[in-house]
């Protein structure tokens, strides 16, 4: 089937839906997901959203922190801009209907995570994310210029590839006329011919093996933008989160929110003593990468499979009523936070790098924007603060959205673009040949491409890489197109991005740590 839109937004996580609502008072709008409408690492989102909101804080010190954490390659103008519209963009959540908690003076209720130097954390109890992921889908349902549509699977974008012509990663005009989808009730790939198009895919927690991201964080839209040859940065910045809950049957991991940090919870080796003041002074309230680091470091020299963290002695009315999602969570497995020790190990958690935009948005191909994690704006650096993810969604949704909705006035619809040929394509029996060689995948960069690398490791991960990639493209070549082949292609794409990257950094930064660079 075909369809014409205006504005075309794939993802329906933070920075999807808000920029739908934005654009939808100047035209169609049409947002595709591929599973449920509120299936994203939004959803998952705890700890909840940085911001300067009183002037017992202050821009300066957010701009600091968040330059500190990305270890001196942040782009400072991106940092501040960020920051100082992060108010705007709060007071407009809230307006969309989202709520936030308060305190007893009717003022936000502040939380403070690792890198922070202020409590400045705004949050709905340990389920932030859930509750904008609510208010946001309230909002979009509201809206009778947004069609939203779930189980619709964004293959590849729509380029002049697509009409014959040679594209390089040269061609200096490389632009986007839309997507092709599979239709998830049909089976069929159908052509969206979009004046403007804006991916906003989220993360690829699953090209690891332990990540506290849903199984839909397979990287879509930066494998997407690789095949198309636009522009894509910062891959080897993997952010680790230091607290999933050691559970090992669970899948995502379950992420223990760094703000029982913040309210004083501390980090105990597997014998319960603790260990951070042998790493840093900001003890467990370290920046992520140190605080993964030195996690990843005691259990290889404890041989351990996990360590622990200590909330019992926080008030126990404070921590049931401020983490009940947690203190639930733990319950179902027999650990009472108030009287265990929660077992913990580091998990993939986010990606800091992605499709590369600038202020607007903008990617590198005309007519294509990104927002959230799957884009690269230059806030993060080498390492994302806690808590700057949801800010930074937000902030770029509305700055791409200012853009596009400019531009749909002068672009046009791409009639002559063709439809998917399926020809010839024979239906791939043997799944066996796509969940053995994810598995392989997640288990190359979890061994040789995670928190701590060597020139060794890097080396075997390409190599082996290679070997996977060509095997799933000649299954690809030959195979009718389905979700589970194309999410393994865009998993491939991504791991050979971090890893390419990783060969590339000649230096420690941020997330990337190499022993052949100390
Ligand atoms: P997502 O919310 O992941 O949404 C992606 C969307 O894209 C989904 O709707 C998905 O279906 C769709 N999609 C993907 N591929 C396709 C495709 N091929 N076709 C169609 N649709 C597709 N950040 C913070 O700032 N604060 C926190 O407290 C915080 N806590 C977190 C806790 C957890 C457990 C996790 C995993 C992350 C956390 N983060 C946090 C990070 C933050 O939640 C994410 O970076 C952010 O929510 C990403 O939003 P997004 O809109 O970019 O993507
Ligand atoms: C957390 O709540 O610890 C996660 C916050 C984040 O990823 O920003």
Redesign the pocket.
Known sequence: MRHEVDFLV???????LSYALKVAPYGKVCV????D?S????????????AVMYGSDSFDNHIKDTLVAGDGICDREVVEMTIREAPERINELVQYGVNFDLNKNGRFDLHREGGHSEFRILHHKDN??AEIERGLLQAIHDHPNIELKEN????DLITQHHLGQIVTKHTPDITCYGAY?LNGDTHEIDTYLAKTTLL????M?NVYTTT???I???G??VAMVHRARGVLSDMEFVQFHPTSLYNPAEK?AF?I?EALRGAGAILKDHKGNEFMQKYDERLSLAPRDIVARAIDNEMKMAGVEHLYLDARHINKHELITGFPTIYAKCLEIGINITKDMIPIRPAA??QCGGIKVDRRGQSSIHNLYA????SCTGLHGGNRL??????E?VVYAHNAAMDAIERVKVVDFKKEVPDWNADGMKLNEELVLITQTKKELQEIMSNYVGIVRSNLRLQRAFVRLNLIYRETEELYQRSVMTEEL?ELRNLIACSYLITKMAMARKENRGLHYSIDLL
């Not at 299936?39 to 940085?50: D, F, P, V």
């Not at 619709?152 to 293959?155: D, G, S």
């Not at 927002?371 to 799957?374: L, T």
């Not at 806690?386 to 800010?391: G, I, K, M």
Request: aromatic share 4%.
């Open positions: 794939i993802g329906s996580g933070i920075a999807g595709l997901t591929k599973g409408a299936e994203g690492s939004t959803k998952y989102a705890q700890g909840g959203i940085a932030t994310g619709q699977f964004a293959i989808a906003a895919t989220g993360g927690g506290t991201t849903p839909i964080s397979t879509d839209g995502p992420l929110t958690h986010y927002a959230g994690e799957c806690a808590s700057n993810s949801l800010l969604a194309s």
